[in-house]
C-alpha cells in the first residue's frame, strides 16, 4: 500500500510540474510572438540569451525534474520539453523568425 501511496504522489507530483512547465513556457513564447526575441535563440545574441536565461534555466530544470520523475513511473520522457529545446539554437537565414515560431508554437501546444 505504501508503494502505491508514493506512486500516486509522484504522479501528482509530475501532473503539477507538467502543468508548470507548460505555463512558463507559453508566457515566455507569448513575450516571443509579441516581437521579444532570445527564446529560440537564433541570433546567438548575448543580450538576447542573457535576457532569456533565467526562463531557459527554469525550463531545462522542470525538465530534468520532469524526465526523472516519468523514469520513476516507467513513462516516455517528457516530450514537450526535448520537443520544444531541439528547435532552438542557430537556423539557415531563410528560417521564419522567433515570433513567427512562437505563434506556431502557441498553436502546437493545443496538441500536447
Known sequence: MARADRLERLDAQR???????RK???AALQSTAAGTWGL?????????RAAIAPVIETLEELGEKLDAIREQLFMEPFAL????????????SSAVG????ARAWLERLKSY
Do not use: S
Open 98 to 101: 522567433e515570433p513567427k515560431q
Open 15 to 21: 501532473q503539477y510540474l507538467e502543468v508548470e512547465y
Open 40 to 48: 529560440f535563440d537564433h541570433r546567438q545574441d548575448r543580450l538576447e
Open 81 to 92: 520539453h526535448h520537443d520544444f529545446m531541439a528547435t532552438r539554437g542557430p537556423v539557415k
Open 24 to 26: 512558463t513556457l507559453e
